[in-house]
């Protein structure tokens, strides 16, 4: 019996594509059959983590739909906790990853308002040195 929902959401900066954000985009596709990557703002990323990405929106937008063509990129928001991509997309799931805790918490907020299921991944692929903050490092 398959219990995968329609629409799964992820959210993420996605700078430097590696084996960590397929690992959590992997993972994402055990809940739901369409995959919905929204990905922050160049401007938003500075304000989250206190630094531009290596790439651009643009740029991690393409290689997202590079390697992933049967998923829905979206850009996300411009300002924080607008939740556009959730009212436009109404995801049945949304998938955090292992060190998206801050996110996770403002999503179990409204997840009963928006009625989709929220799922946090703990498991992560070889822990830190796939992380992009240490992988940017040396690109």
């Given at each position: 019996?398959?219990?995968?929902k329609?629409?799964?959401?992820?959210?993420?900066?996605?700078?430097?594509l590696?084996?960590?954000?397929?690992?959590?985009?992997?993972?994402?596709?055990?809940?739901?059959?369409?995959?919905?990557?929204?990905?922050?703002?160049t401007?938003?990323?500075?304000?989250?983590?206190?630094?531009?990405?290596?790439?651009?929106?643009?740029?991690?937008?393409?290689?997202?739909?590079?390697?992933?063509?049967?998923?829905r990129i979206?850009?996300?928001?411009?300002?924080?906790?607008?939740?556009?991509?959730i009212?436009?997309?109404?995801?049945?799931?949304?998938?955090c990853?292992?060190?998206?805790?801050?996110?996770?918490?403002?999503?179990?907020?409204?997840?009963?308002?928006?009625?989709?299921?929220?799922?946090?991944?703990?498991?992560?692929?070889?822990?830190?040195?796939?992380?992009?903050?240490?992988?940017?490092?040396?690109?």
């Open positions: 019996m398959n219990t995968k329609e629409k799964v959401m992820v959210f993420g900066v996605f700078d430097n590696h084996e960590g954000h397929r690992f959590l985009l992997k993972n994402a596709l055990n809940y739901g059959l369409e995959l919905y990557i929204v990905v922050t703002p401007h938003r990323v500075e304000k989250i983590k206190g630094k531009l990405p290596f790439y651009s929106i643009k740029e991690r937008m393409h290689a997202l739909e590079k390697e992933y063509p049967e998923a979206i850009e996300g928001d411009n300002d924080a906790e607008q939740w556009t991509p009212i436009n997309n109404t995801p049945e799931v949304i998938v990853g292992y060190d998206q805790d801050e996110l996770y918490d403002a999503l179990s907020k409204i997840s009963g308002k928006y009625n989709f299921e929220l799922i946090q991944i703990k498991e992560n692929l070889n822990g830190e040195e796939l992380h992009s903050r240490y992988i940017n490092k040396s690109v």
